[in-house]
Protein backbone atom coordinates (compact mmCIF):
# COMPACT_ATOMS: atom_id res chain seq x y z
CA UNK A 1 0.00 0.00 0.00
CA UNK A 2 1.47 3.33 -1.00
CA UNK A 3 0.14 6.98 0.21
CA UNK A 4 1.33 10.54 -1.34
CA UNK A 5 0.49 13.35 -2.18
CA UNK A 6 1.48 14.38 -5.69
CA UNK A 7 0.92 17.91 -5.66
CA UNK A 8 -0.59 20.01 -2.54
CA UNK A 9 -4.02 19.15 -3.44
CA UNK A 10 -3.63 15.52 -5.36
CA UNK A 11 -3.80 12.54 -3.56
CA UNK A 12 -2.21 8.84 -4.54
CA UNK A 13 -3.48 6.07 -3.06
CA UNK A 14 -1.88 2.44 -4.75
CA UNK A 15 -4.24 -0.24 -2.76
CA UNK A 16 -2.22 -2.92 -4.21
CA UNK A 17 1.21 -4.58 -6.34
CA UNK A 18 -1.07 -6.66 -7.93
CA UNK A 19 -4.22 -5.44 -9.26
CA UNK A 20 -7.16 -8.04 -9.23
CA UNK A 21 -11.10 -6.83 -9.53
CA UNK A 22 -11.70 -7.49 -5.93
CA UNK A 23 -8.89 -4.50 -5.62
CA UNK A 24 -10.95 -2.40 -8.45
CA UNK A 25 -14.11 -2.74 -6.43
CA UNK A 26 -12.76 -1.99 -3.02
CA UNK A 27 -11.34 1.20 -4.45
CA UNK A 28 -14.74 1.92 -6.17
CA UNK A 29 -16.39 1.97 -2.75
CA UNK A 30 -13.95 4.26 -1.48
CA UNK A 31 -14.38 6.70 -4.24
CA UNK A 32 -18.17 6.42 -2.93
CA UNK A 33 -17.27 7.04 0.33
CA UNK A 34 -15.03 9.78 0.05
CA UNK A 35 -17.13 11.62 -2.69
CA UNK A 36 -20.31 11.39 0.15
CA UNK A 37 -18.51 12.59 2.75
CA UNK A 38 -15.60 14.91 1.21
CA UNK A 39 -17.50 15.80 -1.72
CA UNK A 40 -17.63 19.66 -1.76
CA UNK A 41 -13.64 19.84 -1.54
CA UNK A 42 -13.15 17.36 -4.12
CA UNK A 43 -12.65 18.29 -8.06
CA UNK A 44 -12.44 14.48 -9.30
CA UNK A 45 -11.46 10.73 -7.85
CA UNK A 46 -10.49 8.88 -10.63
CA UNK A 47 -9.52 4.80 -10.48
CA UNK A 48 -7.29 3.01 -12.36
CA UNK A 49 -6.24 -0.84 -12.00
CA UNK A 50 -5.01 -0.51 -8.52
CA UNK A 51 -4.99 3.13 -7.56
CA UNK A 52 -6.82 5.77 -6.49
CA UNK A 53 -6.23 9.54 -7.19
CA UNK A 54 -8.20 12.05 -5.27
CA UNK A 55 -7.82 16.33 -6.88
CA UNK A 56 -9.38 18.96 -4.30
CA UNK A 57 -10.37 21.74 -5.44
CA UNK A 58 -7.82 24.48 -5.59
CA UNK A 59 -8.61 26.36 -3.03
CA UNK A 60 -10.31 23.85 -0.54
CA UNK A 61 -8.96 24.12 2.84
CA UNK A 62 -8.88 20.41 4.42
CA UNK A 63 -7.07 18.62 6.32
CA UNK A 64 -4.32 16.28 5.27
CA UNK A 65 -3.89 14.13 7.75
CA UNK A 66 -7.70 13.57 8.06
CA UNK A 67 -8.08 12.59 4.51
CA UNK A 68 -5.63 9.99 4.75
CA UNK A 69 -6.66 8.59 7.93
CA UNK A 70 -10.14 8.02 6.00
CA UNK A 71 -8.46 6.15 2.89
CA UNK A 72 -6.87 3.85 5.18
CA UNK A 73 -9.99 3.56 7.43
CA UNK A 74 -11.86 2.65 4.27
CA UNK A 75 -9.44 0.74 2.84
CA UNK A 76 -9.20 -1.52 5.23
CA UNK A 77 -13.28 -2.36 5.44
CA UNK A 78 -13.86 -5.55 3.84
CA UNK A 79 -15.66 -4.95 0.22
CA UNK A 80 -17.40 -8.39 -0.98
CA UNK A 81 -16.99 -8.38 -4.59
CA UNK A 82 -20.01 -7.07 -6.09
CA UNK A 83 -19.84 -6.92 -10.03
CA UNK A 84 -22.94 -7.58 -11.86
CA UNK A 85 -22.84 -10.50 -13.46
CA UNK A 86 -20.36 -10.39 -15.96
CA UNK A 87 -21.50 -9.71 -19.68
CA UNK A 88 -19.12 -11.56 -22.53
CA UNK A 89 -18.31 -9.20 -25.37
CA UNK A 90 -16.08 -11.13 -28.64
CA UNK A 91 -14.64 -8.70 -30.81
CA UNK A 92 -12.71 -10.25 -34.13
CA UNK A 93 -9.43 -8.88 -35.11
CA UNK A 94 -7.21 -8.65 -37.63
CA UNK A 95 -3.26 -9.58 -36.96
CA UNK A 96 -2.00 -8.43 -40.24
CA UNK A 97 1.32 -6.25 -40.31
CA UNK A 98 -0.63 -4.31 -42.13
CA UNK A 99 -2.71 -3.12 -39.58
CA UNK A 100 -0.55 -4.63 -36.68
CA UNK A 101 2.20 -2.28 -36.97
CA UNK A 102 4.28 -3.70 -34.28
CA UNK A 103 3.41 -7.39 -34.32
CA UNK A 104 6.23 -8.33 -37.06
CA UNK A 105 9.30 -6.78 -34.40
CA UNK A 106 7.09 -8.12 -31.22
CA UNK A 107 7.25 -11.75 -33.43
CA UNK A 108 11.63 -10.99 -33.82
CA UNK A 109 12.01 -10.50 -30.29
CA UNK A 110 10.28 -13.15 -28.76
CA UNK A 111 11.29 -15.52 -31.19
CA UNK A 112 7.47 -16.42 -31.74
CA UNK A 113 5.86 -17.14 -34.98
CA UNK A 114 3.50 -14.40 -35.66
CA UNK A 115 0.81 -16.75 -35.86
CA UNK A 116 2.36 -18.54 -32.37
CA UNK A 117 1.54 -14.83 -31.18
CA UNK A 118 -1.59 -14.42 -32.35
CA UNK A 119 -2.62 -17.86 -30.69
CA UNK A 120 -1.66 -16.69 -27.74
CA UNK A 121 -3.80 -13.35 -27.82
CA UNK A 122 -6.56 -15.00 -28.97
CA UNK A 123 -7.03 -18.23 -26.62
CA UNK A 124 -7.53 -16.07 -23.19
CA UNK A 125 -10.42 -14.48 -22.24
CA UNK A 126 -9.55 -11.03 -20.67
CA UNK A 127 -11.41 -9.02 -17.61
CA UNK A 128 -12.07 -5.35 -17.64
CA UNK A 129 -10.30 -4.13 -14.65
CA UNK A 130 -10.06 -0.35 -15.38
CA UNK A 131 -11.99 2.27 -17.68
CA UNK A 132 -10.24 5.39 -18.59
CA UNK A 133 -7.79 7.36 -20.90
CA UNK A 134 -10.52 8.02 -23.64
CA UNK A 135 -14.15 7.66 -23.93
CA UNK A 136 -14.19 3.25 -23.85
CA UNK A 137 -10.90 1.96 -23.41
CA UNK A 138 -10.93 -0.54 -21.83
CA UNK A 139 -7.72 -1.88 -19.51
CA UNK A 140 -8.00 -5.37 -20.27
CA UNK A 141 -5.93 -8.28 -18.02
CA UNK A 142 -3.95 -10.39 -18.03
CA UNK A 143 -1.68 -11.83 -21.15
CA UNK A 144 0.38 -14.31 -21.66
CA UNK A 145 3.95 -14.07 -19.95
CA UNK A 146 5.25 -14.32 -23.32
CA UNK A 147 3.26 -11.37 -25.05
CA UNK A 148 4.65 -9.24 -22.18
CA UNK A 149 6.53 -5.79 -23.49
CA UNK A 150 7.19 -2.28 -22.17
CA UNK A 151 5.86 0.63 -23.72
CA UNK A 152 7.30 2.28 -26.81
CA UNK A 153 9.81 4.81 -25.26
CA UNK A 154 8.30 7.50 -27.13
CA UNK A 155 4.34 7.35 -27.51
CA UNK A 156 3.14 7.72 -31.08
CA UNK A 157 1.68 10.70 -31.90
CA UNK A 158 -1.45 8.92 -33.65
CA UNK A 159 -2.97 5.55 -32.96
CA UNK A 160 -5.84 4.38 -35.65
CA UNK A 161 -8.99 3.85 -34.15
CA UNK A 162 -9.75 0.46 -33.06
CA UNK A 163 -6.09 -0.38 -32.60
CA UNK A 164 -5.59 -3.52 -30.45
CA UNK A 165 -2.73 -2.86 -28.23
CA UNK A 166 -0.62 -4.73 -25.45
CA UNK A 167 1.79 -3.38 -22.94
CA UNK A 168 3.24 -4.96 -20.03
CA UNK A 169 1.09 -7.59 -18.63
CA UNK A 170 -2.23 -6.20 -20.70
CA UNK A 171 -4.41 -5.61 -23.68
CA UNK A 172 -6.74 -2.96 -25.05
CA UNK A 173 -8.63 -1.67 -27.75
CA UNK A 174 -8.46 1.88 -28.63
CA UNK A 175 -11.58 3.01 -29.02
CA UNK A 176 -10.43 6.35 -30.98
CA UNK A 177 -7.73 7.83 -32.85
CA UNK A 178 -5.43 9.22 -30.22
CA UNK A 179 -1.45 9.18 -28.99
CA UNK A 180 -0.53 6.61 -27.45
CA UNK A 181 2.49 4.21 -26.24
CA UNK A 182 1.58 0.93 -26.30
CA UNK A 183 2.92 -1.90 -28.91
CA UNK A 184 -0.19 -2.47 -31.51
CA UNK A 185 -0.64 -6.05 -32.77
CA UNK A 186 -3.75 -5.66 -34.80
CA UNK A 187 -7.18 -4.18 -35.52
CA UNK A 188 -10.56 -4.43 -34.59
CA UNK A 189 -13.52 -4.90 -37.34
CA UNK A 190 -14.19 -1.65 -38.29
CA UNK A 191 -18.48 -1.47 -37.83
CA UNK A 192 -20.60 0.76 -36.43
CA UNK A 193 -21.81 -1.70 -33.59
CA UNK A 194 -18.10 -2.69 -32.86
CA UNK A 195 -17.41 1.36 -32.54
CA UNK A 196 -20.58 1.59 -30.25
CA UNK A 197 -20.08 -1.24 -28.64
CA UNK A 198 -16.68 -0.21 -26.56
CA UNK A 199 -18.34 2.68 -25.25
CA UNK A 200 -20.52 0.01 -23.87
CA UNK A 201 -18.14 -2.21 -22.03
CA UNK A 202 -17.61 -1.81 -18.33
CA UNK A 203 -15.86 -2.83 -15.36
CA UNK A 204 -15.84 -6.25 -14.48
CA UNK A 205 -16.82 -7.65 -17.87
CA UNK A 206 -14.71 -9.76 -20.14
CA UNK A 207 -14.16 -9.88 -23.65
CA UNK A 208 -13.03 -12.48 -25.83
CA UNK A 209 -10.93 -12.27 -29.42
CA UNK A 210 -11.29 -13.84 -32.45
CA UNK A 211 -8.45 -13.85 -35.68
CA UNK A 212 -9.66 -12.88 -39.14
CA UNK A 213 -7.64 -12.53 -42.25
CA UNK A 214 -6.97 -8.94 -43.55
CA UNK A 215 -9.58 -9.81 -46.89
CA UNK A 216 -12.40 -10.43 -44.30
CA UNK A 217 -10.94 -7.65 -42.47
CA UNK A 218 -11.15 -4.99 -45.68
CA UNK A 219 -14.50 -6.92 -46.95
CA UNK A 220 -16.27 -6.42 -43.69
CA UNK A 221 -15.49 -3.34 -42.36
CA UNK A 222 -17.69 -0.58 -42.84
CA UNK B 1 -27.58 35.19 -31.35
CA UNK B 2 -26.19 38.78 -30.78
CA UNK B 3 -23.02 38.09 -33.32
CA UNK B 4 -23.65 36.87 -36.48
CA UNK B 5 -20.70 35.33 -37.90
CA UNK B 6 -19.55 36.54 -41.49
CA UNK B 7 -16.04 35.08 -42.01
CA UNK B 8 -15.11 32.44 -40.16
CA UNK B 9 -11.53 30.84 -40.41
CA UNK B 10 -10.38 29.70 -36.98
CA UNK B 11 -8.91 26.55 -36.34
CA UNK B 12 -11.43 25.80 -33.60
CA UNK B 13 -13.80 27.58 -32.23
CA UNK B 14 -16.13 26.66 -29.03
CA UNK B 15 -17.61 28.02 -26.22
CA UNK B 16 -15.98 27.13 -22.73
CA UNK B 17 -15.94 27.88 -18.87
CA UNK B 18 -13.74 26.74 -15.46
CA UNK B 19 -16.14 23.48 -15.43
CA UNK B 20 -16.60 20.66 -17.18
CA UNK B 21 -20.10 18.98 -18.29
CA UNK B 22 -17.98 15.51 -19.19
CA UNK B 23 -17.39 12.70 -16.62
CA UNK B 24 -13.51 12.09 -16.76
CA UNK B 25 -13.97 8.80 -14.65
CA UNK B 26 -15.14 7.04 -18.14
CA UNK B 27 -12.16 8.82 -20.10
CA UNK B 28 -14.02 11.51 -21.06
CA UNK B 29 -11.70 14.12 -21.48
CA UNK B 30 -12.49 17.89 -20.64
CA UNK B 31 -13.32 19.72 -23.99
CA UNK B 32 -15.16 22.56 -22.48
CA UNK B 33 -12.86 24.21 -20.05
CA UNK B 34 -10.76 27.07 -21.27
CA UNK B 35 -7.50 26.07 -22.27
CA UNK B 36 -5.81 29.33 -20.88
CA UNK B 37 -8.30 30.06 -17.97
CA UNK B 38 -6.55 33.01 -17.14
CA UNK B 39 -7.57 34.87 -20.52
CA UNK B 40 -10.68 33.48 -20.20
CA UNK B 41 -11.21 34.89 -16.72
CA UNK B 42 -9.47 38.30 -17.69
CA UNK B 43 -12.61 38.43 -20.59
CA UNK B 44 -15.45 37.87 -18.02
CA UNK B 45 -13.70 40.53 -15.44
CA UNK B 46 -13.33 43.15 -18.04
CA UNK B 47 -17.29 42.73 -18.67
CA UNK B 48 -17.53 42.54 -15.12
CA UNK B 49 -19.11 38.61 -15.36
CA UNK B 50 -19.17 36.21 -13.24
CA UNK B 51 -15.99 34.43 -13.98
CA UNK B 52 -18.02 31.21 -14.78
CA UNK B 53 -19.79 33.11 -17.71
CA UNK B 54 -18.59 31.17 -20.86
CA UNK B 55 -16.44 32.51 -23.50
CA UNK B 56 -15.73 31.99 -27.15
CA UNK B 57 -12.33 30.33 -27.83
CA UNK B 58 -11.02 30.25 -31.05
CA UNK B 59 -7.62 28.75 -31.91
CA UNK B 60 -5.33 30.75 -34.79
CA UNK B 61 -8.42 33.03 -34.62
CA UNK B 62 -9.27 35.35 -37.52
CA UNK B 63 -12.96 36.15 -37.95
CA UNK B 64 -15.59 39.07 -39.11
CA UNK B 65 -19.49 39.05 -36.90
CA UNK B 66 -22.03 41.43 -37.25
CA UNK B 67 -23.89 42.75 -34.14
CA UNK B 68 -27.76 41.43 -34.29
CA UNK B 69 -27.93 44.35 -31.31
CA UNK B 70 -26.33 46.58 -29.15
CA UNK B 71 -23.45 44.02 -27.81
CA UNK B 72 -20.25 44.81 -25.02
CA UNK B 73 -17.48 42.72 -25.75
CA UNK B 74 -13.89 42.04 -24.51
CA UNK B 75 -11.16 39.85 -26.54
CA UNK B 76 -8.26 38.49 -24.24
CA UNK B 77 -5.46 35.50 -25.07
CA UNK B 78 -3.18 35.70 -28.11
CA UNK B 79 -2.55 38.76 -29.71
CA UNK B 80 -4.67 39.78 -32.56
CA UNK B 81 -5.70 43.05 -34.42
CA UNK B 82 -9.21 44.08 -33.64
CA UNK B 83 -11.57 46.79 -35.75
CA UNK B 84 -15.19 47.61 -35.30
CA UNK B 85 -16.30 48.78 -38.63
CA UNK B 86 -12.78 49.36 -39.29
CA UNK B 87 -11.62 51.43 -36.17
CA UNK B 88 -8.82 49.96 -34.17
CA UNK B 89 -9.16 48.28 -31.27
CA UNK B 90 -6.95 47.60 -28.07
CA UNK B 91 -7.58 43.55 -27.18
CA UNK B 92 -8.18 43.26 -23.20
CA UNK B 93 -10.08 45.73 -22.70
CA UNK B 94 -14.13 45.60 -23.42
CA UNK B 95 -15.27 47.91 -25.95
CA UNK B 96 -19.31 48.29 -27.49
CA UNK B 97 -20.21 47.10 -30.80
CA UNK B 98 -23.65 48.82 -32.06
CA UNK B 99 -26.14 47.01 -33.51
CA UNK B 100 -25.56 46.59 -36.99
CA UNK B 101 -21.59 46.99 -36.84
CA UNK B 102 -18.94 44.79 -38.21
CA UNK B 103 -16.72 43.27 -35.50
CA UNK B 104 -12.98 41.79 -37.36
CA UNK B 105 -10.33 39.85 -35.66
CA UNK B 106 -7.09 39.07 -36.87
CA UNK B 107 -4.18 37.15 -35.75
CA UNK B 108 -1.10 39.70 -34.54
CA UNK B 109 1.45 37.82 -33.16
CA UNK B 110 2.25 35.04 -30.50
CA UNK B 111 -0.49 32.78 -28.61
CA UNK B 112 -2.49 29.87 -29.21
CA UNK B 113 -6.15 30.59 -28.07
CA UNK B 114 -8.57 33.56 -28.19
CA UNK B 115 -11.50 34.72 -25.81
CA UNK B 116 -14.29 36.39 -26.47
CA UNK B 117 -16.71 37.61 -23.98
CA UNK B 118 -20.03 38.98 -24.05
CA UNK B 119 -21.83 41.23 -21.24
CA UNK B 120 -23.63 39.00 -19.28
CA UNK B 121 -22.03 35.57 -21.12
CA UNK B 122 -22.94 33.79 -24.11
CA UNK B 123 -27.02 33.04 -24.07
CA UNK B 124 -26.69 29.24 -24.00
CA UNK B 125 -27.15 26.73 -20.83
CA UNK B 126 -24.34 24.19 -21.95
CA UNK B 127 -20.91 24.55 -22.59
CA UNK B 128 -18.62 23.18 -25.38
CA UNK B 129 -21.13 24.35 -28.35
CA UNK B 130 -18.59 22.86 -30.76
CA UNK B 131 -18.39 25.25 -33.71
CA UNK B 132 -15.64 23.82 -35.63
CA UNK B 133 -12.85 21.96 -34.46
CA UNK B 134 -9.25 20.78 -36.54
CA UNK B 135 -6.60 20.95 -34.37
CA UNK B 136 -6.43 18.36 -31.48
CA UNK B 137 -9.72 17.46 -29.29
CA UNK B 138 -11.78 14.74 -29.31
CA UNK B 139 -12.97 15.26 -32.22
CA UNK B 140 -10.10 15.70 -34.46
CA UNK B 141 -8.06 13.69 -36.63
CA UNK B 142 -4.32 16.53 -36.41
CA UNK B 143 -2.95 16.19 -32.83
CA UNK B 144 0.20 18.08 -34.37
CA UNK B 145 0.73 21.68 -34.94
CA UNK B 146 0.87 22.58 -38.08
CA UNK B 147 4.25 24.58 -38.56
CA UNK B 148 2.31 27.31 -40.12
CA UNK B 149 0.83 28.10 -36.98
CA UNK B 150 4.38 28.43 -35.28
CA UNK B 151 4.45 31.88 -33.97
CA UNK B 152 7.29 31.89 -31.93
CA UNK B 153 8.43 34.04 -28.84
CA UNK B 154 12.03 34.81 -28.55
CA UNK B 155 11.24 35.43 -24.94
CA UNK B 156 12.33 32.11 -22.46
CA UNK B 157 8.83 31.08 -20.80
CA UNK B 158 9.36 30.34 -17.13
CA UNK B 159 6.92 28.17 -15.66
CA UNK B 160 6.48 26.74 -12.23
CA UNK B 161 6.02 23.31 -11.52
CA UNK B 162 5.88 21.07 -7.83
CA UNK B 163 7.92 18.61 -7.84
CA UNK B 164 5.76 14.61 -7.43
CA UNK B 165 8.13 13.83 -4.22
CA UNK B 166 7.69 10.15 -5.02
CA UNK B 167 9.55 10.66 -8.29
CA UNK B 168 12.26 13.23 -6.68
CA UNK B 169 13.17 10.05 -4.35
CA UNK B 170 13.46 7.52 -7.02
CA UNK B 171 15.17 10.07 -9.52
CA UNK B 172 16.40 13.07 -8.20
CA UNK B 173 18.83 13.73 -10.93
CA UNK B 174 16.23 13.74 -13.18
CA UNK B 175 14.64 16.28 -11.32
CA UNK B 176 17.84 18.50 -11.49
CA UNK B 177 18.36 17.66 -15.16
CA UNK B 178 14.89 18.67 -16.09
CA UNK B 179 14.92 22.15 -14.18
CA UNK B 180 18.36 23.13 -15.16
CA UNK B 181 17.62 22.49 -18.54
CA UNK B 182 16.07 24.65 -21.00
CA UNK B 183 13.03 22.92 -23.20
CA UNK B 184 11.70 23.81 -26.59
CA UNK B 185 7.98 23.62 -27.33
CA UNK B 186 7.70 20.72 -30.32
CA UNK B 187 5.34 20.89 -33.02
CA UNK B 188 3.31 18.32 -31.52
CA UNK B 189 0.96 19.70 -29.37
CA UNK B 190 -2.88 19.46 -29.07
CA UNK B 191 -5.41 19.67 -26.29
CA UNK B 192 -4.70 17.17 -24.52
CA UNK B 193 -0.73 17.52 -24.30
CA UNK B 194 2.54 19.40 -25.05
CA UNK B 195 5.61 17.35 -26.19
CA UNK B 196 8.55 19.26 -25.11
CA UNK B 197 12.12 18.44 -26.59
CA UNK B 198 15.50 19.18 -25.41
CA UNK B 199 17.96 22.23 -26.78
CA UNK B 200 21.13 20.98 -28.04
CA UNK B 201 23.90 20.14 -25.10
CA UNK B 202 21.06 19.13 -22.67
CA UNK B 203 21.16 15.64 -21.66
CA UNK B 204 17.67 13.61 -22.75
CA UNK B 205 18.96 9.72 -22.14
CA UNK B 206 16.43 8.84 -19.26
CA UNK B 207 16.95 5.34 -18.82
CA UNK B 208 12.75 5.83 -16.93
CA UNK B 209 10.90 2.59 -17.15
CA UNK B 210 7.34 3.19 -17.60
CA UNK B 211 4.41 1.93 -14.76
CA UNK B 212 3.98 -1.68 -14.91
CA UNK B 213 -0.07 -0.08 -14.24
CA UNK B 214 -1.07 2.91 -15.10
CA UNK B 215 -2.42 5.94 -12.73
CA UNK B 216 -4.85 8.15 -12.99
CA UNK B 217 -3.56 11.91 -14.90
CA UNK B 218 -4.86 15.43 -14.38
CA UNK B 219 -4.30 18.48 -16.20
CA UNK B 220 -0.65 20.23 -15.77
CA UNK B 221 1.06 16.69 -15.12
CA UNK B 222 4.36 16.20 -16.06
CA UNK B 223 4.70 12.46 -18.09
CA UNK B 224 8.43 11.51 -18.62
CA UNK B 225 8.53 8.92 -21.37
CA UNK B 226 11.27 6.08 -21.52
CA UNK B 227 13.08 8.08 -23.90
CA UNK B 228 13.32 11.21 -21.62
CA UNK B 229 10.88 13.20 -23.71
CA UNK B 230 8.43 15.51 -21.15
CA UNK B 231 4.56 15.41 -21.84
CA UNK B 232 3.18 17.86 -20.31
CA UNK B 233 -0.80 17.32 -20.06
CA UNK B 234 -3.50 19.76 -21.11
CA UNK B 235 -6.36 20.67 -20.02
CA UNK B 236 -8.17 18.10 -22.28
CA UNK B 237 -5.84 15.48 -21.62
CA UNK B 238 -6.30 11.54 -20.76
CA UNK B 239 -7.53 10.29 -17.63
CA UNK B 240 -5.33 7.73 -17.15
CA UNK B 241 -1.48 7.59 -18.18
CA UNK B 242 1.62 4.71 -17.82
CA UNK B 243 3.97 7.33 -17.78
CA UNK B 244 5.87 8.24 -14.46
CA UNK B 245 5.09 11.61 -13.39
CA UNK B 246 7.92 14.08 -12.40
CA UNK B 247 5.56 16.96 -11.23
CA UNK B 248 2.26 19.45 -12.04
CA UNK B 249 2.17 22.33 -13.02
CA UNK B 250 0.61 25.27 -10.90
CA UNK B 251 -2.58 26.88 -12.58
CA UNK B 252 -1.16 30.08 -14.21
CA UNK B 253 1.62 28.20 -15.82
CA UNK B 254 -0.94 25.53 -17.07
CA UNK B 255 -2.25 28.93 -18.90
CA UNK B 256 0.77 30.09 -20.01
CA UNK B 257 2.02 27.17 -21.79
CA UNK B 258 -1.18 26.64 -23.29
CA UNK B 259 -0.68 29.94 -25.59
CA UNK B 260 3.01 29.27 -26.22
CA UNK B 261 3.78 28.29 -29.71
CA UNK B 262 5.45 25.81 -30.97
CA UNK B 263 9.65 26.70 -30.91
CA UNK B 264 8.90 28.40 -27.51
CA UNK B 265 12.02 27.96 -25.27
CA UNK B 266 10.43 26.88 -21.97
CA UNK B 267 12.23 26.42 -18.44
CA UNK B 268 10.64 24.88 -15.56
CA UNK B 269 10.94 26.40 -11.77
CA UNK B 270 10.38 24.04 -8.73
CA UNK B 271 7.81 25.65 -6.39
CA UNK B 272 7.40 24.45 -2.66
CA UNK B 273 3.88 23.70 -0.95
CA UNK B 274 3.51 27.25 0.59
CA UNK B 275 4.61 29.00 -2.79
CA UNK B 276 1.69 26.68 -4.57
CA UNK B 277 -0.80 27.74 -2.12
CA UNK B 278 0.01 31.08 -2.25
CA UNK B 279 -0.01 31.05 -6.02
CA UNK B 280 -3.33 29.24 -5.89
CA UNK B 281 -4.88 31.65 -3.67
CA UNK B 282 -4.19 34.69 -5.19
CA UNK B 283 -5.11 33.68 -9.01
CA UNK B 284 -8.27 32.19 -7.72
CA UNK B 285 -8.94 35.34 -5.71
CA UNK B 286 -8.12 37.86 -7.72
CA UNK B 287 -10.78 36.23 -10.39
CA UNK B 288 -12.53 35.10 -8.13
CA UNK B 289 -13.31 31.55 -8.81
Known amino acids: MKLLWRNPITLEYDQADVPSLRVTQNLLKIKASLLAE ?16 IRFLPTAVFDRDYVEKRVIDLSSQDNSLDFPASKLWQFSVCYDPRLGVDI ?7 NLPIEALVQRHIEKTYSVYACGFLPGFAYLGFTDQQLHCSRLASPRKRVPALSVAITQNQTAIYPS ?26 LGEQIQFQSISYEEWRSRSG | MSLQLVEYLPESLRLVGIKSEFDRSRG ?6 AMDIRSHAWANKLLGNDVRALTAELLFGRLAAVATQDIRVA ?24 KGSCLRIKPNGVGMFLYIGVEFGWNTQKSDRLIANGL ?39 VEKFIFSTWLISESRSRMGVRLTALENCHSDSKLASLSFSIPVFPGDIQITPSGQPIVLQRGCQTIGGYQIMGTLDEKSLSLLSQASSGTKVCFHAITYEEWKENTEKFHNFFGI
Open chain 2, 75 to 98: CTGMDVSISVDDQPIHSWCSFDVP
Open chain 1, 38 to 53: LGHLIDEVLVAWNSLC
Open chain 2, 136 to 174: GGNKSNLVCCPPRFWRRSNKLLALNFFVNPDFNASYRFE
Open chain 2, 28 to 33: YPYSDI
Open chain 1, 177 to 202: ASPGGWQIIGRLLDTPVNRSDLLKIG
Open chain 1, 104 to 110: ERLSLEK
